[in-house]
């Protein structure tokens, strides 16, 4: 069982930036795809971004285009998310993903337990 740890989360304010790092504890041969999805309160988990293992096929949601960048570091088995100009609304729970598609079409194989973004304006 390969776990996904999350850290980087904490309480910002408007403009400012953050890196959330999602770590595995080991390397799946089934994960094709590492993302990260966030979640606020009383509303529906959304994707946020993703990148594939081999190819850096990338995926960004619309609401974060042009101010958050997802990159890995493939020895470190690590995804990272930086992001900036962070607004009130990307107040959420981050959670780190994975797939067994780059396209996310099968699903999440893997939830990470979480780290919490509080913007403040």
């Known amino acids: 069982q390969v776990n996904l740890i999350e850290s980087g989360g904490g309480l910002v304010h408007v403009g400012d930036s953050l890196r959330l790092t999602c770590c595995a504890s080991g390397r799946n041969t089934s994960t094709y795809a590492t993302g990260w999805f966030r979640q606020a309160p009383g509303k529906e988990r959304e994707f946020v971004a993703s990148?594939?293992?081999?190819?850096?096929?990338?995926l960004y949601g619309d609401s974060v285009k042009g101010r958050f960048t997802i990159s890995k570091d493939y020895a470190k088995i690590t995804v990272y998310l930086q992001m900036n100009d962070l607004r009130p609304e990307d107040t959420a729970k981050y959670y780190c993903a994975t797939s067994d598609r780059k396209d996310w079409t099968t699903g999440v194989t893997q939830w990470g337990q979480g780290t919490q973004v509080t913007v403040s304006s």
């Open positions: 990148i594939s293992c081999i190819d850096d096929y990338i």
